[in-house]
C-alpha cells in the first residue's frame, strides 16, 4: 500500500491569530478520496521545525498546501523533501494564482479546486506517466512547464467525501472543528481572492448531508468556514431548523456573515435556537471612502445597526476591519476604535489591507509600483506590505498595533458582560495578552520597514571579487584552472549573491568573512545562485552545508538555486546530508528553465 503524506504548513511568522489551531479543510477531503481508493494517507499541520521528518520522509508522495501567507514555508519543506528524492505536489489557494512560482519548487501543482484531482493525480505518478489528461495540473514535461487549463465547471459540494480529521499525525484535537457548508460568493471585493478562485455561484452541500456530518460532533465547536455563510436566507433558515430537529447539541457555532444577514429576524431567532454564539462579520471600514474603494455594499448604519440585533437574540459579534484603503487615514484607525468600543462589538480583528497575489488590488498595486516586498510570509494582515495612499506604512504599522491594544486594554475586559456575558471578557483577556505579545515580537519589522522604503527599485551592484585561497595539494589542478567569483546584488530588497567557480575548504573560509562583511543585520531575504559551483570534496560540500544553515539564522528568508538536472545525491549533500532528520533553515529552489 503507498503512503501519501499531505501538510498544511503554518507560517514561522508570529502573528496575533497564530494561536487559532485549526486546520483548513482541503487536506481532510482529500485525505478521505486517498484512503478511500486504497492509499495509506497520514496529515500533518504545524511550521517545519515542529513535524516529524523522518515519518515523513518515508512516504512515496508528497502534497503541501498553500496560501501566500505560508508559502515560503511550503517551498522550505518542497525543497528538502524533493532533496530525498520525493516527488512534491504542491496546491492552494497561492499557487493558484502563481503556479510558474510554485513549479519552481515542486513537480506538480494543482491548481483550482483539487478535491477530484488528486487521486487521479496520484494514480498517474504511481504508474510513471505525466498528468497531460488532468485538469488544472502544472507540471515539467522535461525544461518545459505545462499548465493544463482548468475545469470550466466547478465541484459541486456533494461529491466530495466527509472530512477526516483522524488522519492528521500527532495534534488528534482541534479546539474547533471546521465544518464547510457551500463555496463561491456572488459578492466581488476588490481584495478577496474567494471568488477567482471559486467563482460568483454559490453552491452548497444538501442540508441532510450538513446534518449528518454535525451529529458526529456533538458537545464540541463548529466554526463554518464557508466564506459568506448565509449568502442564501432560504437556505441558511433550512438548515439552522434542521440543527434544531435534530438537537445536534453542538457546544456552540460561528461563522463569518455579511451584515445583512441581520436583517432577518428569523434567521436571528433560529440561529440562536441552533446554538449560534458568534457572527464573524467583515464590517471592513467606517470610511465611506474606503468602503466603495473595497466595492464593499454597506454603510455606517448598516454597521451599527447589524451589531444591535445580533446583541438582541444573545449574539456576539467579531468585526473584522480592514486599515489601509485609499481613504484612510491616522484619524480613520483611531476613529474606528472609537466606532467599535461605542457600538459594542465584543472582539475585533483589525488587519493591514493586504494586497494577495490574483486579486484586483494586487495588480493595481503592483502597477502603480507601490508593493513594498514580495516576502509572502508578511502577507498575512498584520505586516504593512504596500505604500499606503494617506499615511506612511510605518504609520499604518504603528497605528493598527495602537488600535488593538486600544480596543483591548484592562479597562475595556469587561465592558460587553451585560449585553454577551462573561464570554465576552474571555476572548478580550485573551485579546489583551496576545497584541502585547505580538507587539513585542514585531519590533524588528519598523525596522525592516525602513529598509524597504529606501531600496532602488532597480538592481545595485554591491559587490563582485574573486577569491584565490592558498591551495590543497590535491584541489591544486581544478583550483587553478575555476577562481571562486563572488558577485552581490540588491534587488528591491533582495540581495542576491552568484557563487561560480570551485569551493575548497580554504577558500570557503574567505568566502564566510566576506558575506559576512556584507550581510545586513536585518537581512530579509537572500537568494544565492550556485549554479556554476562545484565542490572540491565532500567536506567542502559539507561545510558548505553548514555555511548555508548559519546564514538561514540570520536571514529570515533564504533561497539556494540549484541547477534543474542537479544529481539527486548533490542535492542531498547540499541540503544537509542523509543523516539529516530537520528542515534545513534555506529552501532548495530547482531552475529548469
Not at 496560501?67 to 516527488?87: D, Q, W
Not at 525596522?447 to 532602488?456: K, N, S, V
Not at 567542502?540 to 555555511?547: I, M, N
Request: hydrophobic share 40%.
Amino acid at each position: 500500500m503507498k503512503k501519501v503524506v499531505l501538510i498544511e504548513p503554518q507560517s514561522q511568522e508570529d502573528h496575533v491569530y497564530k494561536n487559532v489551531q485549526m486546520p483548513r479543510l482541503g487536506l481532510p477531503l482529500m485525505g478521505a478520496a486517498l484512503k478511500a481508493a486504497g492509499y495509506r494517507v497520514e496529515l500533518y499541520y504545524g511550521t517545519g521545525a515542529s513535524l516529524p521528518w523522518p515519518a515523513i520522509v518515508s512516504a512515496d508522495f508528497v502534497g503541501i498546501s498553500t496560501t501566500t501567507a505560508t508559502s515560503s514555508e511550503a517551498y522550505r519543506m518542497a525543497g528538502y523533501l524533493r532533496s530525498r528524492g520525493l516527488p512534491v505536489i504542491i496546491g492552494g489557494i497561492h499557487a493558484h494564482f502563481l503556479p510558474d512560482e510554485a513549479l519552481g519548487h515542486a513537480d506538480y501543482v494543482v491548481r483550482g479546486e483539487a478535491d477530484l484531482i488528486i487521486v487521479p493525480l496520484i494514480r498517474a505518478l504511481e504508474e510513471g506517466r505525466l498528468p497531460r489528461d488532468l485538469p488544472g495540473v502544472s507540471f515539467w514535461d522535461g525544461r518545459e512547464a505545462v499548465h493544463n487549463p482548468c475545469s470550466a465547471e466547478p465541484v459541486e459540494m456533494d461529491q466530495l467525501p466527509l472530512p477526516d480529521f483522524s488522519l492528521f499525525q500527532g495534534k488528534k484535537h482541534f479546539r474547533t472543528i471546521p465544518v464547510m457548508t457551500s463555496r463561491g460568493c456572488p459578492y466581488n471585493c476588490s481584495f478577496c481572492s474567494v471568488t477567482l478562485m471559486f467563482g460568483s455561484r454559490y453552491r452548497f452541500r444538501d442540508t441532510e448531508s450538513v446534518l449528518n456530518e454535525l451529529a458526529e460532533y456533538k458537545g464540541r465547536s463548529v466554526f463554518f468556514c464557508d466564506d459568506n455563510f448565509t449568502a442564501n436566507a432560504a437556505r441558511s433558515r433550512e438548515l439552522f431548523q434542521g440543527m434544531i430537529d435534530r438537537q445536534t447539541g453542538l457546544k456552540g457555532w460561528g461563522a463569518q456573515m455579511r451584515v445583512e444577514a441581520s436583517r432577518d429576524p428569523e434567521m436571528l431567532e433560529l440561529m440562536r435556537r441552533s446554538g449560534g454564539n458568534m457572527a464573524f462579520v467583515g464590517l471592513e471600514s467606517i470610511n465611506p471612502e474606503t468602503l466603495a474603494a473595497l466595492n464593499k455594499q454597506q454603510s455606517l448604519a448598516d454597521v451599527s445597526e447589524c451589531v444591535s440585533r445580533f446583541h438582541e437574540y444573545g449574539i456576539r459579534v467579531h468585526g473584522m476591519f480592514v486599515f489601509g484603503g485609499e481613504g484612510d487615514t491616522v484619524q480613520t484607525i483611531r476613529d474606528t476604535v472609537d466606532f467599535a468600543l461605542d457600538c459594542r462589538i465584543d472582539s475585533v480583528q483589525f488587519l493591514i489591507l493586504t494586497p494577495l497575489p490574483g486579486t484586483p488590488l494586487f495588480d493595481q498595486l503592483e502597477s502603480e509600483g507601490r508593493l513594498l516586498t514580495r516576502e509572502w510570509e508578511l502577507y498575512d494582515g498584520h505586516h504593512a506590505v504596500f505604500q499606503p495612499n494617506r499615511l506612511s506604512p510605518e504609520e499604518l504599522q504603528r497605528e493598527t498595533i495602537a488600535a488593538f491594544k486600544r480596543f483591548y486594554s484592562l479597562r475595556n475586559i469587561f465592558g460587553n458582560v451585560f449585553h454577551t456575558g462573561w464570554s465576552t471578557s474571555l476572548y478580550r483577556s485573551l485579546g489583551w495578552w496576545l497584541t502585547r505579545h505580538f507587539e513585542r515580537k514585531n519590533r524588528w519589522y519598523d525596522r525592516a520597514l525602513e529598509r524597504l522604503q529606501g531600496c532602488d527599485p532597480g538592481p545595485v551592484a554591491l559587490l563582485f571579487k574573486r577569491i584565490d585561497a592558498a591551495r590543497e595539494k590535491k584541489e591544486a589542478a581544478v583550483e587553478k584552472a575555476a577562481p571562486l567569483q563572488v558577485y552581490l546584488i540588491e534587488k528591491k530588497g533582495v540581495l542576491h549573491l552568484r557563487l561560480q567557480g570551485l569551493i575548497s575548504s580554504l577558500n570557503l573560509r574567505e568566502l564566510i568573512r566576506t558575506v559576512r562583511s556584507y550581510l545586513p543585520d536585518s537581512c530579509l531575504h537572500l537568494v544565492i545562485n550556485v549554479e556554476g559551483l562545484r565542490f572540491a570534496s565532500s567536506r567542502a560540500a559539507a561545510s558548505f552545508s553548514r555555511f548555508l544553515e548559519r546564514l538561514g539564522e540570520r536571514t529570515r528568508r533564504l533561497q539556494v538555486v540549484i541547477p534543474g538536472d542537479m544529481d539527486p545525491e548533490q542535492q542531498k549533500k547540499l541540503s544537509g546530508g542523509k543523516e539529516r532528520s530537520r528542515l534545513p533553515r534555506f529552501e532548495l529552489v530547482l531552475n529548469k528553465r
